[in-house]
């Protein structure tokens, strides 16, 4: 019979792996969840008496709140967590390799490696190993390998794949009531055992019928695939959205009319100054190296074309500010709102908003930012990282950070919204405009502001995938 989950570790307090587990500690009040890193810092967040947590994340503090302290714990005691666990997911990072076989593009595998390698020098019982982490397909066999070769007599382990399909800003909503859960096993009767005895604790919660057990390859491959096909429908919008400038069209009223039928749909059809996040380009290029690795050129060419439709729609949007201030931006001071990679987040990985404003120093425009979430210092990180050419010193030369938006824009020549915060629906734009260079110009990038009533006001305002100008 399937073995009773009592006790989980979660390796890695990240995104995902704290999120994650900390929605199951919630809802399985039976269970032990204890959620161990290596980072100390990050685990003293997440302890913090005031849950002041290394994340933001609507509705996680409340999570923690409940949960904390009563079965749901956190530590830097990674192998006292795993001795201790009879299911264990590993749930650290996966970043693009960025030298060596397949930099730019594979996986770099090193943190799944060394957590299995952990899990297996320092079990001493029986575990069920569940990889969470968005890895290419056939990992799961390579951490079967390690876990087997290093293994002590009377341990065995049955691997699993539960990829998680969390969007972060919506990470405890979708946590609560996901659309699916998917679990990977091996097909034998030992991984069909383990695969119930994951299901049986989703189940404290998410209805049988949306557990759906697959075998490992394809449960690997749907995450990448989902992944894939989502950022392929914005990289779609995306270039309808490029024809409509050009024709006069409006992108919002082509969305609405294709998202009607049935069998396109409504959701994630947003135009936008391109998508973020760490999974996306990250998942598509993977997908583009399995297809080379599987001398499928054709294939890969496809899905490499979504993220270079996304570079296109950045550099687009860069540009069109160019030349609407006059073919130059030198010298002149943007404001920019937003700095995460979407709204309700605090990440600012792969974020749309650092190529704009890297494309707006090389320019040697001022750049004044305001994100309502994101840290200063990962600011100063990620633009460092995106201008390799600049010192630190040069670039606060140029960039400013500043804490409110009205603030952001004052005495600007131009306003460009990156990111969709509700808040800057609500700025007070007459104010803005009063305290703006003329002509004042706003330049949104997310479809967020009423650009009649910003022009009514006074405002110069040009909007992805809308012909009309200014
Ligand atoms: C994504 C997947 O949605 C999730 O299922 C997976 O587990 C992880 O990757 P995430 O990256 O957190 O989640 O956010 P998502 O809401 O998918 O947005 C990704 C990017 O696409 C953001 O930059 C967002 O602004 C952009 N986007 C999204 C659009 O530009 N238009 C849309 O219509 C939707
Ligand atoms: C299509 C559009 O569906 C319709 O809205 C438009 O008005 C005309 O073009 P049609 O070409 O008649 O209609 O058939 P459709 O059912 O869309 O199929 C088109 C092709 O795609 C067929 O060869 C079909 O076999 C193929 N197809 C469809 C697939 O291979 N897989 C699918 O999942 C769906
Ligand atoms: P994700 O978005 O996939 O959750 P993050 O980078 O937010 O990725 O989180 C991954 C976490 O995993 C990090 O906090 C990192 O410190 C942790 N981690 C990486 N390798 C190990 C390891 N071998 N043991 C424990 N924690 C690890």
């Known amino acids: 019979a399937p073995i009773k989950?009592?006790?989980?570790?979660?390796?890695?307090?990240?995104?995902?792996?704290?999120?994650?587990?900390?929605?199951?500690?919630?809802?399985?009040?039976?269970?032990?969840?204890?959620?161990?890193?290596?980072?100390?810092?990050?685990?003293?967040?997440?302890?913090?008496?005031?849950?002041?947590?290394?994340?933001?994340?609507?509705?996680?503090?409340?999570?923690?709140?409940?949960?904390?302290?009563?079965?749901?714990?956190?530590?830097?005691?990674?192998?006292?967590?795993?001795?201790?666990?009879?299911?264990?997911?590993?749930?650290?990072?996966?970043?693009?390799?960025?030298?060596?076989?397949?930099?730019?593009?594979?996986?770099?595998?090193?943190?799944?490696?060394?957590?299995?390698?952990?899990i297996a020098a320092v079990a001493t019982s029986s575990k069920i190993v569940v990889e969470k982490s968005t890895v290419p397909c056939r990992t799961a066999e390579s951490m079967r390998t390690i876990l087997e070769a290093n293994s002590k007599a009377g341990t065995h382990f049955d691997i699993l794949s539960n990829p998680e399909f969390l969007a972060e800003g919506t990470a405890i909503v979708d946590l609560f009531s996901p659309d699916r859960v998917l679990i990977g096993s091996l097909q034998t009767p030992e991984g069909k055992s383990a695969s119930q005895s994951l299901s049986d604790v989703y189940n404290n919660w998410v209805p049988k019928e949306r557990i759906l057990s697959v075998g490992l390859w394809s449960s690997e491959l749907s995450k990448l695939?989902?992944?894939?096909?989502?950022?392929?429908?914005?990289?779609?919008?995306?270039?309808?959205?490029?024809?409509?400038?050009?024709?006069?069209a409006n992108i919002d009223e082509v969305a609405h009319a294709i998202g009607f039928d049935s069998r396109i749909g409504p959701k994630f059809l947003?135009?936008?100054?391109?998508?973020?996040?760490?999974?996306?380009?990250?998942?598509?290029?993977?997908?583009?190296?399995?297809?080379?690795?599987?001398?499928?050129?054709?294939?890969?060419?496809?899905?490499?074309?979504?993220?270079?439709?996304?570079?296109?729609?950045?550099?687009?949007?860069?540009?069109?500010?160019?030349?609407?201030?006059?073919?130059?931006?030198?010298?002149?001071?943007?404001?920019?709102?937003?700095?995460?990679?979407?709204?309700?987040?605090?990440?600012?990985?792969?974020?749309?908003?650092?190529?704009?404003?890297?494309?707006?120093?090389?320019?040697?425009?001022?750049?004044?930012?305001?994100?309502?979430?994101?840290?200063?210092?990962?600011?100063w990180l990620d633009l460092s990282e995106a201008c390799p050419t600049l010192t630190l010193e040069a670039i606060k030369k140029q960039v400013n950070i500043v804490h409110s938006a009205v603030e952001a824009c004052k005495q600007k020549e131009a306003v460009v919204i990156a990111t969709e915060w509700k808040e800057f629906r609500e700025i007070d734009w007459q104010t803005v405009y009063d305290d703006m260079s003329k002509p004042a110009f706003v330049f949104d990038g997310r479809l967020l502001v009423d650009a009649e009533k910003l022009r009514s006001i006074g405002f110069k305002v040009t909007t992805i995938g809308r012909g009309e100008r200014l």
């Not at 695939?225 to 006069?248: D, V």
Request: aromatic residues 8%.
């Open 225 to 248: 695939a989902a992944n894939a096909m989502l950022a392929q429908r914005i990289s779609s919008i995306n270039a309808l959205s490029a024809i409509c400038e050009a024709t006069g």
């Open 270 to 379: 947003r135009a936008s100054v391109g998508f973020g996040g760490s999974c996306f380009q990250k998942d598509i290029l993977n997908l583009v190296y399995l297809s080379e690795s599987l001398h499928l050129p054709q294939v890969a060419a496809y899905w490499r074309q979504v993220v270079e439709m996304n570079e296109y729609q950045k550099s687009r949007f860069s540009k069109t500010v160019v030349d609407t201030l006059f073919n130059t931006i030198t010298g002149k001071h943007i404001a920019v709102l937003g700095f995460a990679f979407k709204a309700d987040t605090g990440d600012t990985r792969e974020s749309a908003s650092i190529s704009l404003i890297r494309d707006f120093l090389s320019e040697r425009a001022y750049v004044t930012i305001y994100d309502p979430q994101v840290e200063e210092a990962q600011i």
């Open 5 to 118: 989950v009592t006790k989980i570790c979660c390796i890695g307090a990240g995104y995902v792996g704290g999120p994650t587990c900390a929605v199951i500690a919630l809802k399985c009040p039976h269970i032990t969840v204890t959620i161990v890193d290596l980072n100390q810092a990050r685990v003293d967040a997440w302890n913090s008496p005031d849950f002041a947590l290394p994340i933001y994340e609507p509705g996680l503090v409340d999570v923690v709140k409940q949960a904390r302290g009563r079965n749901l714990f956190f530590s830097t005691d990674v192998d006292k967590g795993i001795r201790e666990a009879d299911l264990i997911f590993v749930s650290v990072n996966t970043p693009t390799k960025k030298s060596g076989v397949g930099a730019g593009f594979a996986a770099d595998l090193n943190y799944v490696e060394s957590a299995t390698r952990r």
